[in-house]
């Protein structure tokens, strides 16, 4: 007779899943932070820092690591975010536009000039 595996021991798929719907309870829920996209099969946890969602990097590595932050909720919220893909494939910031009628500034520099 097989030893059951228990639910927390073996990093089952399992154990996993649950941590990761704990996540997103602790985070506000299955939305993108940054665009307000729902559809769960693109959305993934992140560190904030990094610019690789956890979800795509498998059971090891940052997913591992995610048990620490059940136990801290604020810790949690402070460094990961829930991101769709696109918004993880371009996490930086959107440059504000120039002001209608304001000018480009000149390209000439006063040290070459032509």
């Known amino acids: 007779m097989r030893k059951q595996e228990s639910f927390f021991s073996g990093g089952s798929d399992k154990f ?6 704990k996540l997103y309870e ?5 939305i993108c932070s940054n665009c307000g996209f729902k ?12 610019n690789v969602t956890s ?4 059971r090891g590595g940052d997913v591992a690591s995610w048990g620490k ?3 801290a909720p604020d810790l949690a ?5 829930v991101f769709c893909l696109n918004c993880n494939q371009i996490r930086e910031p959107v440059p504000k536009k120039t002001r209608e009628g ?7 520099s006063k040290y070459f000039p032509r």
């Open 102 to 108: 304001s000018r480009p500034k000149s390209k000439k």
């Open 55 to 58: 979800d795509n990097s498998g």
């Open 39 to 50: 559809d769960e099969r693109a959305l993934g946890i992140s560190p904030i820092s990094e």
């Open 26 to 30: 602790i985070l506000g829920g299955k």
């Open 77 to 81: 919220r402070e460094e990961l975010r």
């Open 16 to 21: 996993f899943e649950t941590i990761k719907e």
């Open 69 to 71: 932050y059940i136990s």
